[in-house]
């Protein structure tokens, strides 16, 4: 983040023309072909990109781990011989030996550095307590929370002041809650400028939260991996997932990514109350889409044909057209001429963890005029819950009953799964309901709300 380096930006990493092979002959991977990039002193840079890209790789090459086939990596002007003592990497998995404690696991790292014993306690127990992990130095990680045991990486990572810190889809394995938290939190520490690294380089899957911590995003494409385009984010810090301008850029790089040529406002019609026609959403459930895109990312060719993914999966076309229909709104897949093809988007929910799905399918999900609209309407009532009557009061005005029925029943599936609501009890709400008052209270507020006024 700029507004922590008073001094002028120095350039710290340029890759020049870098091609990467693995392998030779009929085994040979081109991962990488002609990478042109810099990181400069005082930036969040993200690599954004589907799984194969050569994200990781690029970070590597950066670390000094691997090297390239072709092309330059330059570190403040030099070239890299072996590993890069100026760069650290907080890994996926938490990489923690189990048997030493929190304090341990630190000062394990601290080791090489030459510190005397009492130096490394010292900056290991500056770096815990940075990190919020004050009190926790004796615990074993298995004793830790996910997000803990990552703060852990974090910190270690940190532990040896690397002037440019590495971060490897560091929060894709953590619960949403969690994930949320420790961007937050890392988020905090970097701009209140008391992390002893002078640049951040990140590798998310993740649009969303690249644009929520990046000061530029580096968006890569595939076979081979190449950089398809670089987009400075000028948004103030912190950046609110629901601000227009974020939304706007968020939509922006979706469109980058998913080949796009429409606007997100045209391809997905209008909500309830909104004037045009709602979007009425495609019934079906989140397990028949997931199922649908991970068997065409099977496929070896890029395209398949719809009639054969039917007879394949022993589903009737039709029965599979909704959740063809829900991929294609979600720029997930594209169908032309009978073929259905994933788009890189796609590709990367296809081979995303269980978790990383969801937050993708979250991110695309909140834009969906449906859900959009009933979120809007949870967040506007008090105590952020309706009683499912309201919104089938609002959806009579355009769908049957039983569409209206239907409706509600993919909406819920969706954003119960995307954790953007809940629903118990024939109420939906934004916040958990064990923490929401009684239902007796939720009636009287529900006579009182006018659903479409
Ligand atoms: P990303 O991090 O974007 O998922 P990677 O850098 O891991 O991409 O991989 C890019 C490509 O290089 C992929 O096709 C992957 O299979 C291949 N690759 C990565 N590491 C190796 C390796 N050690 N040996 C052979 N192929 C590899």
């Given at each position: 983040?700029?507004?922590?380096?008073?001094?002028?930006?120095?350039?710290?990493?340029?890759?020049?023309?870098?091609?990467?092979?693995?392998?030779?002959?009929d085994?040979?991977?081109?991962?990488?072909?002609?990478?042109?990039?810099?990181?400069?002193?005082?930036?969040?840079?993200?690599?954004?990109?589907?799984?194969?890209?050569?994200?990781?790789?690029?970070?590597?090459?950066?670390?000094?781990?691997?090297?390239?086939?072709?092309?330059?990596?330059?570190?403040?002007?030099?070239?890299?011989?072996?590993?890069?003592?100026?760069?650290?990497?907080?890994f996926?998995?938490?990489?923690?030996?189990?048997?030493?404690?929190?304090?341990?696991?630190?000062?394990?790292?601290?080791?090489?550095?030459?510190?005397?014993?009492?130096?490394r306690?010292?900056?290991?127990?500056?770096?815990?307590?940075?990190?919020?992990?004050?009190?926790?130095?004796?615990?074993?990680?298995?004793?830790?929370?996910?997000?803990?045991?990552?703060?852990?990486?974090v910190?270690?990572?940190?532990?040896?002041?690397?002037?440019?810190?590495?971060?490897?889809?560091?929060?894709?394995?953590?619960?949403?809650?969690?994930?949320?938290?420790?961007?937050?939190?890392?988020?905090?520490?970097?701009?209140?400028?008391?992390?002893?690294?002078?640049?951040?380089?990140?590798?998310?899957?993740?649009?969303?939260?690249?644009?929520?911590?990046?000061?530029?995003?580096i968006?890569?494409?595939?076979?081979?991996?190449?950089?398809?385009?670089?987009?400075a984010?000028?948004?103030?810090?912190?950046?609110?997932?629901?601000?227009?301008?974020?939304?706007?850029?968020?939509?922006?790089?979706?469109?980058?990514?998913?080949?796009?040529?429409?606007?997100?406002?045209?391809?997905?019609?209008?909500?309830?109350?909104?004037?045009?026609?709602?979007?009425?959403?495609?019934?079906?459930?989140?397990?028949?889409?997931?199922?649908?895109?991970?068997?065409?990312?099977?496929?070896?060719?890029?395209?398949?044909?719809?009639?054969?993914?039917?007879?394949?999966?022993?589903?009737?076309?039709?029965d599979?057209?909704?959740?063809?229909?829900?991929?294609?709104?979600?720029?997930?897949?594209?169908?032309?001429?009978?073929?259905?093809?994933?788009?890189?988007?796609?590709?990367?929910?296809?081979?995303?963890?269980?978790?990383?799905?969801?937050?993708?399918?979250?991110?695309?999900?909140?834009?969906?005029?449906?859900?959009?609209?009933?979120?809007?309407?949870?967040?506007?009532?008090?105590?952020?819950?309706?009683?499912?009557?309201?919104?089938?009061?609002?959806?009579?005005l355009?769908?049957?009953?039983?569409?209206?029925?239907?409706?509600?029943?993919?909406?819920v599936?969706?954003?119960?799964?995307?954790?953007?609501?809940?629903?118990?009890?024939?109420?939906?709400?934004?916040?958990?309901?064990?923490?929401?008052?009684e239902?007796?209270?939720?009636?009287?507020?529900?006579?009182?709300?006018?659903?479409?006024?």
């Amino acid at each position: 983040m700029a507004n922590i380096v008073k001094q002028p930006a120095e350039e710290l990493v340029r890759l020049t023309n870098i091609d990467k092979t693995y392998g030779s002959g009929d085994r040979a991977t081109e991962a990488l072909h002609d990478i042109n990039l810099s990181i400069k002193t005082g930036e969040l840079v993200a690599l954004l990109g589907p799984s194969g890209c050569g994200k990781s790789t690029i970070l590597r090459i950066i670390a000094g781990l691997v090297q390239p086939t072709n092309g330059d990596m330059l570190y403040r002007g030099k070239p890299l011989r072996g590993v890069n003592p100026h760069t650290a990497i907080v890994f996926q998995s938490y990489a923690l030996f189990p048997w030493l404690t929190v304090q341990e696991n630190i000062e394990v790292t601290l080791k090489p550095l030459g510190l005397t014993p009492l130096e490394r306690t010292k900056r290991a127990l500056n770096l815990l307590d940075k990190v919020g992990l004050d009190g926790f130095e004796t615990a074993y990680p298995r004793e830790l929370s996910g997000g803990m045991r990552q703060k852990v990486g974090v910190a270690r990572a940190m532990s040896v002041e690397p002037e440019l810190l590495c971060l490897d889809e560091p929060f894709s394995t953590l619960d949403v809650l969690s994930a949320e938290n420790l961007r937050g939190e890392l988020m905090d520490l970097w701009s209140s400028g008391v992390l002893p690294t002078k640049s951040i380089l990140m590798v998310s899957h993740n649009i969303e939260e690249a644009l929520l911590m990046a000061d530029r995003l580096i968006i890569l494409d595939k076979s081979p991996g190449h950089v398809l385009a670089e987009v400075a984010i000028k948004l103030p810090h912190p950046r609110r997932r629901k601000d227009r301008p974020f939304l706007q850029l968020v939509d922006q790089v979706y469109a980058l990514i998913a080949g796009k040529t429409q606007t997100e406002a045209e391809e997905l019609g209008a909500a309830p109350g909104e004037p045009g026609k709602t979007r009425p959403l495609p019934h079906a459930p989140i397990s028949a889409i997931s199922g649908l895109l991970e068997r065409v990312n099977e496929e070896v060719a890029d395209r398949i044909d719809l009639y054969r993914l039917a007879d394949e999966l022993d589903e009737p076309l039709d029965d599979m057209l909704p959740s063809v229909e829900a991929s294609e709104m979600l720029g997930f897949a594209k169908v032309e001429s009978g073929d259905l093809s994933l788009t890189p988007l796609g590709q990367t929910f296809a081979e995303a963890s269980i978790q990383a799905q969801k937050e993708i399918f979250a991110a695309r999900i909140r834009r969906v005029p449906m859900i959009r609209w009933i979120r809007s309407m949870l967040s506007a009532a008090r105590d952020r819950a309706l009683h499912w009557d309201v919104f089938q009061t609002a959806l009579a005005l355009e769908f049957s009953p039983d569409e209206v029925e239907r409706q509600l029943d993919t909406a819920v599936n969706w954003g119960r799964y995307a954790e953007l609501f809940f629903f118990e009890n024939d109420m939906l709400s934004i916040d958990n309901p064990a923490s929401l008052p009684e239902p007796e209270h939720q009636e009287e507020e529900r006579q009182d709300f006018d659903p479409v006024g």
